[in-house]
């Protein structure tokens, strides 16, 4: 199994800063991507940015140039540096991997529990 553990959520003010982190753990072969989705009320969960073991990264038009992922493969965690938080931004957000725990397992995909970030004046 692989546990997903996420930290640094939190109330800021429009305009302010938060950074997210997320650790896996458990038993883990090799990790293909880590990345960052949330939800909103009433929403869909979306896409917010995503790491490949390479370094490839893909982020949701609404927070380019606004969040910057990254990653520490030797240590499975990924960041999520959230800078210019509007309040459109507050949702709850989780971290989402896709890990083969094996040399011969299937990929498979795993999430955190979620943490909650509002943006609120």
Do not use: H
């Not at 458990?26 to 989705?37: H, R």
């Not at 995503?50 to 893909?58: A, C, V, Y």
């Amino acid at each position: 199994q692989v546990q997903l553990v996420e930290s640094g959520g939190g109330l800021v003010q429009p305009g302010g800063s938060l950074r997210l982190s997320c650790a896996a753990s458990g038993t883990i072969f090799s990790i293909t991507y880590m990345g960052w989705y949330r939800q909103a009320p009433g929403k869909q969960r979306e896409l917010v940015a995503t790491i490949t073991t390479g370094g490839s990264t893909n982020y949701a038009d609404s927070v380019k140039g606004r969040f910057t992922i990254s990653r520490d493969s030797a240590k499975n965690t990924v960041n999520l540096q959230m800078n210019s938080l509007k309040p459109e931004d507050t949702a709850v957000y989780y971290c989402n991997t896709k890990v083969r725990p094996e040399a011969t397992a299937l990929w498979t995909s795993y999430w955190g529990q979620g943490t909650q970030v509002t943006v609120s004046s």
